[in-house]
């Protein structure tokens, strides 16, 4: 029983490998390196190197049982894996963003409708290093999770999605910009001219700053998205109002803070305030109610105005969250909808922590180590959802299938709704004697009490009288 159990764990790795492989062939990962400055005098090849730490995940082993209890010529060496991983010339950053905008533009985005809604989603996360203490930038950085400082990095990332594929883009491993909360210091034996400098540079800068940065190298590689969503941490006027200047809607959560205010007829109010002037939906309504606000002035002196919705906390019956978009034609449903895309970056984050080995397979104590392996954790997820797409999505089978399956839907609500009238229906006819006239009549009456929005998602058209 155990040789057999060794030989499918074997046969499951060679198949792991395969896709890899392909993987690696399909996206053109060697020229990718090339173009972002890799390059290696001597020795394993710089592709070598990278999937052999692709690959140590899925073999369910780190890099010491690797290399020193199944040591042979054909692998590299620990010294050799590390002086890889630390070396400061290699642009991490410009791969991840090469690899996932070639994979956005040229195999998703043929897959999607042009009036589908694309979002770009912006969110942090912690990069835990509990026990470190000699990790070169470490910080005490605030966990939102537990409420308390704790060692580590904030983790601050840019993704794609088209409401069934999350693309990561690119992140930054922030420290702290306030001197007194890092614990370590740069590596002063660091070349100021490289590429790993400027990295580190920009860890100990605002957060607010490095989103902007992150923003504008998206944009650069040409990935088309309608909207910026992201949680209340970043939800303050000024950064809304930036980012609008970048060319972006945004649609996020906002905070009831006292000191963060709106104008509405004439008055500024925080959103206390304005959830109180405001009437709302009788019942047990989700959306309770909504508003056309200004948010502040752009550089031109003109006003931007926001529309702020206020949706039931499910969680908590008598309270209410508030969601904000800088584009006011858009519905209530429409946006709540949207922001629910948001989601895709949580269950991203959790995929790497707790399978792809986010900030536990390597305990290297420089920076470019910790941004070398974060990347490759990224490429790991990035290889995942193309193989979890192809899977779903009939169309990327071949050109048959392309036209002859509609677009994936981004939330199964209509099929659920469809399923739930024809359900009452037979309900009625079975427990009702009604002639087929009298259970036309109130069929017809309840599709037309129906929201708008509905009747748009099931594509039933009623005349109302």
């Not at 100021?192 to 490095?210: L, M, N, Q």
């Not at 649609?251 to 109180?276: D, E, F, H, T, W």
């Not at 508003?291 to 031109?300: C, F, K, R, S, W």
């Not at 584009?327 to 909808?337: G, H, K, M, N, Y």
Request: charged content about 25%; some cysteine; proline content about 2%.
């Amino acid at each position: 029983m155990f040789f057999v159990s060794i030989i499918s764990k074997s046969e499951a790795l060679e198949k792991v490998e395969s896709r890899v492989s392909k993987f690696f062939i399909q996206k053109q990962i060697g020229k990718l390196l090339k173009q972002s400055n890799f390059y290696k005098e001597s020795g394993f090849t710089c592709i070598e190197l990278v999937k052999f730490v692709f690959l140590l995940i899925f073999g369910g082993k780190n890099l010491y049982q690797t290399l020193l209890r199944e040591s042979s010529s054909d692998k590299p060496g620990k010294d050799t894996v590390y002086r890889f991983l630390n070396s400061c010339r290699f642009n991490w950053r410009k791969f991840l963003l090469l690899l996932s905008s070639g994979i956005v533009q040229e195999q998703l985005a043929p897959l999607t409708s042009e009036d589908s809604v694309k979002v770009l989603i912006l969110d942090d996360s912690l990069f835990q290093r509990g026990r470190s203490k000699a990790v070169e930038l470490l910080a005490r950085v605030h966990d939102h999770v537990s409420m308390k400082f704790v060692r580590g990095f904030r983790m601050l990332s840019l993704g794609w999605s088209d409401g069934n594929s999350f693309i990561p883009l690119c992140f930054s491993l922030l420290s702290s910009e306030k001197a007194e909360n890092r614990l370590c210091k740069i590596n002063n034996n660091i070349d100021k001219r490289t590429v790993g400098y400027r990295r580190r540079k920009e860890s100990i800068k605002k957060s607010t700053e490095v989103i902007f940065d992150l923003l504008e190298q998206a944009k650069n590689t040409g990935i088309q998205a309608n909207y910026l969503l992201f949680d209340s941490w970043f939800a303050f006027p000024k950064t809304i109002m930036k980012v609008r200047d970048h060319g972006l809607d945004v649609i996020c959560m906002v905070k009831a803070l006292p000191r963060v205010v709106y104008l509405y007829q004439g008055q500024k109010m925080n959103l206390q305030n304005l959830y109180s002037v405001l009437r709302k939906k009788r019942g047990k309504a989700k959306i309770l109610t909504s508003a056309t606000v200004t948010i502040g002035t752009d550089e031109q002196g003109l006003e931007v105005q926001a529309k702020i919705v206020f949706v039931r906390d499910r969680n908590r019956s008598k309270k209410w969250l508030a969601l904000l978009s800088t584009d006011i034609e858009l519905a209530d449903e429409e946006i709540v909808r949207i922001y629910g895309k948001r989601w895709n970056i949580e269950v991203f984050f959790k995929m790497a922590k707790s399978y792809l080995g986010l900030a536990k397979e390597f305990q290297g104590r420089s920076y470019d180590m910790m941004f070398a392996h974060t990347t490759i954790v990224f490429t790991r997820y990035i290889m995942l959802a193309i193989e979890s797409r192809e899977n779903r999505d009939p169309r990327t089978l071949g050109n048959l299938f392309y036209v002859c399956c509609d677009e994936m839907e981004d939330i199964k609500f209509a099929s659920a709704i469809l399923l739930l009238l024809d359900l009452l229906k037979r309900a009625l006819q079975e427990v009702l004697p009604l002639t087929e006239e009298q259970f036309q009549k109130i069929f017809e009456y309840f599709i037309t009490s129906l929201p708008t929005y509905i009747k748009g998602l099931l594509g039933v058209q009623v005349c109302e009288s």
